[in-house]
């Protein structure tokens, strides 16, 4: 068997993963102890990349309205109607929405063709959605978008703060590096600033639950702090920098008073804080999509760029400020120029640029100036604009704010093109032309982390069916526009070659992005490198000094923080992100059982006493609504989450839940900077939903679900699971689950009604095996979770059993799934806890494995022992 070295295709960690295809055809994942991201770790998401590889769901073939069609007739519309646009519109009426789930090599050659050769900078990446701000904020300080450290300062930081950031779940690895540096140096600090109480709390000396978007008013005030008390690097800021002087007066207005008023935080808590990071010279300030996600986000990394300057922390073995980013290639993308105000190779629309990349890629009908941005995009898109759009390897029809006025502009856009490796995505359905893309483990080429450390992903599978690679298919759609030679690649290898060298092309040392010590390097055996990369990779940015402005100083930003958000009464304050084990929408993640063991269903998260002044109770259904959409989804009650705060995973789209698609809610408000939007401050409505019976199915298929009122489904070993609900009860149960479930009239039926409870259990079986069972009550359904998923791969099961709906003492109940590693349950935690002594994690794991592997689950299981221990002490 051959193992394949690549990388993980979800976060911006960019994860080395070992690949072993296996002689049943399944493949054996494991991390790659070689690689300096993780060093052999990964997260639950990297470690069931197996399981996510079936053909279930993949697009297969061109299609052409619904109807499969051969390539070339694909290819020859798509370059046909775009010709015929540009000819009769001008090119401004064409767009590409590419992502940051493509290769590089993918990238490179999308943006070559709308900026090089079609002529406009309409290209634009769902990136725009993930660390715009953040390019933004470097652009201004360093004049070049450069991320100036490495993983490696996290552990050699003596104070790291993580602002905006639930590294525990959306960057679990390098969490996990924390936790293994804190683990060997005990006084090392780490600071969390969130709303809300992440898992990630569960490491942190200090945790800061900020008002929303009050970090600004945080990081202006510590500059202020810094200032007044002399921490500051005298030398550095002379020499190096410029413009302090009007920063540090916006700031002096930011006494600790204000800031608390400004941030929610008590003045004890701001000095502690201040106190740390003056006092503690090696500190990084870690922030992703909590800082970035803001119509102040740019101002936001400003603010914690200008602390680093002021203390000269940047650039030197654990400083400094560090983006994180939340998918596989956001920094490719940004590399190639995948932004519509970025030109190519991290150049910008300047006459000398345009005229260099023009001569490089032998053009004279480059874009002469940034194109339309995400949103802006979308919006021209509803009014006419754009005509024709192509989108690539993501779902805005999901994921775009004001999610539902995206959809209906792409309904009314004239030509959509969708490349994607899976045919049921809520965009898809959308689409006049559907173009099967090749997946991980089929795709060839190269990714870049978040500490600029460009990988090989390379692929171990045959593409299936006639899925192509992204590269390929707009490599023939150019040449069917005429633009034969300039697109007339053969492989990844040749577009590796030329986006290096077109980095290297007239870089005198003028441009950050350099591969010039790639040049001609095998690709093939290419290992994790970080540019820029002249002659030997730099770990580190800037530490000598030198910046990319043109006097080569670093710019403080004069950072005004935006007034403080007072939402009107009855209104909440929306925050949206991600779960430990799902991935952006769900299209691969959403095939492992395990996966969705952890979270199976939408919810909110809001405080108890939000909660009670609602009526809203635990378990319950909740409507959340506004003037964009209305989302319904669980009530999480938990004093995790700020009173007038609530939180909504990203994730659940038409293809998981009735109602799950939340950014819907959220309002197309941008960065007036970066132009990304302000995805998690959303002002929403909440009210309980008037449910009349709650239900819960396993079946051995997935049923049609469309006669209940809601429904969430997700995968189970052997069928699926899924939550139901009602406002009116069903005239005729058995009609409904016959045709809900597909039931042939001569399978026989059992049913379980209690009068007193009004609960009702249906149960359907053949030769002893589970076919369906559904539970009903008027409150939500009890049942546990897990042990009616097992019935789903149990043998000769007993009718009545199943009807009871109670786990009997051969099929013990686990509980929810919290190790998705090892499928161990609360229940299962809770035991070794009371029953076996076990009092720390450690012992946990040694007694039921749980939080062994990737260890994403170990602050859970913490909270878990720590409850008991409470529990005890009462
Ligand atoms: S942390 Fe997890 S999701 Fe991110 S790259 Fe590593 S294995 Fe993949």
Known sequence: MTTTRTTCPYCGVGCGVLATPQPDGSVAIAGDPDHPANFGRLCSKGSALGETLSLDGRLLHPEINGARATWDDALNLVAARFQATIAEHG???????????????????????????????????????????????????FGSDTVPGNYEDLELADLIVLVGSNLGWCHPVLYQRIVAAKAARPDMRVVLIDPRRTVTADIADLHLP?????????????????????????????????????????????????????????????????????????????????????????????????????????????MGPFSVTGQPNAMGGREVGGLANMLAAHMDFTPEAIERVGRFWGSDNVAQNPGLKA????????????????????????????????????????????????????????????????????????????????????????????????????????QRMGFDAAFAYTSPAEIFAEHTALSAFENDGARDFDLTGLLGADYDSLTPTQWPIRNKPAAR?????????????????????????????????????????????????????????????????????????LNIR???????????????????????????????????????????????????????????????????????????LYGFFVAAHRPSLDTSDYWAIAEAPGGVRGELAWFEEPADWEAWLRSAFALPDTIRMLSALDTRSGRRSFAVMADGKLIAALYTSPDPVLVSRQWAVGLLTADKLDGSAVLAGRPGADMPDSGAIVCSCFSVGINTIAAAVTGQGCTTVEAVGACTKAGTNCGSCRAEIRGIIDAHRLAAAE
């Open 91 to 141: 090119p401004n009426s064409v767009a590409i929405y590419g992502s940051g789930q493509l290769l590089t090599e993918d990238y490179y050659v999308a943006n070559k063709l709308m900026k090089g050769f079609i002529g406009s900078a309409n290209i634009d990446t769902n990136s725009r959605l993930c660390m715009a701000s953040s390019v933004a904020g470097h652009k201004r300080a």
């Open 210 to 318: 900020v008002q929303s978007d009050g970090d600004s008013a945080l990081f202006v005030g510590l500059l202020a702090h810094l200032s007044r008390n002399g921490v500051t690097a005298p030398a550095f800021v002379t020499d190096h920098t410029s413009g302090a002087e009007a920063a540090l007066l916006v700031a002096e207005d930011w006494p600790i008073a204000r800031v608390a008023t400004a941030t929610g935080l008590s003045e004890h808590a701001i000095t502690l804080f201040y106190d740390w990071f003056a006092r503690t010279e090696k500190t990084v300030t870690v922030y992703s999509q909590g800082v970035n996600q803001s119509a102040s986000g740019s101002d936001k990394v400003n603010a914690i760029i200008n602390c680093h300057l002021l203390t000269g922390r940047i650039g030197r073995p654990g």
């Open 375 to 478: 949103v802006d995009l979308f919006a021209a898109m509803a009014r006419g604009q754009i005509k024709a759009v192509w989108i690539m390897a993501t779902n805005p029809v999901d994921s775009m704010p004001e999610a539902d006025a995206v959809r209906a502009a792409l309904a009314a856009c004239p030509f959509v093109v969708v490349s994607d490796m899976s045919a049921r995505t809520d965009t898809g359905v959308v689409a006049h032309v559907r173009l099967p893309a090749a997946g991980w483990g089929e795709k060839n080429g190269t990714v870049t982390n978040s500490e600029r450390r460009i990988s090989r992903q390379r692929p171990f599978l045959a593409a299936p069916g006639e899925a192509r690679p992204d590269w390929w298919i707009v490599s023939q759609v150019a």
């Open 541 to 613: 940015m800037f530490g000598a000094g030198a910046f990319y402005t043109p006097d080569g100083k670093a710019r403080f930003v004069p950072v005004l923080p935006p007034p403080p958000f007072a939402p009107a009464p009855g209104s909440f304050i929306l925050n949206t992100g991600r779960v430990r084990d799902h991935w952006h929408t769900m299209t691969r993640t959403g095939k492992a059982a395990r996966l969705s063991a952890h979270y199976a269903e939408p919810f909110v998260e809001i405080h108890p006493q939000d909660a009670e002044a």
């Open 618 to 692: 635990r378990a319950t259904l909740v409507r959340l609504n506004n003037n964009h959409g209305t989302a319904i989804v669980r009530a999480l009650v938990t004093d995790r989450q700020r009173r007038g705060h609530v939180f909504v995973p990203m994730h659940w789209t038409d293809q998981f839940a009735s109602h799950g698609r939340v950014d819907a809610l959220v309002t197309a408000k941008v960065d007036p900077v970066s132009a990304q939007p302000a995805l998690k401050m959303a002002l929403v409505h909440a009210e309980p939903v008037a449910v009349r």
